[in-house]
């Protein structure tokens, strides 16, 4: 059962692509190691095809959404005190 997604979800890979684009005016194809099985992005676009610009630490790429899971918040609720 995956959760759609949606623009400012977290999401995380569950697969890495054979590469990667970048989501920039000028997209380059970079290769997959610039992130991480595991890595969690912030969704921040979603783009025809099932492709969705995602923000990680790395840079902006555009991702499949069969790589990417919606990262879930109910198990281990935080909240921050300060």
Known sequence: M???LKVGD???VIALPPYVK???PMPMLRPPNVI???EEG???DRYPGGY???RFANGN???DSQYL???TTAEGTEEVEG
């Open 69 to 71: 899971e919606a990262v």
């Open 10 to 12: 977290r999401v995380r």
């Open 52 to 54: 969705w610009g995602v």
């Open 42 to 44: 912030v969704a921040l």
């Open 22 to 24: 970048t989501a920039e």
């Open 2 to 4: 995956s959760k759609e």
């Open 36 to 38: 991480k099985l595991g």
């Open 61 to 63: 790429f555009l991702m």
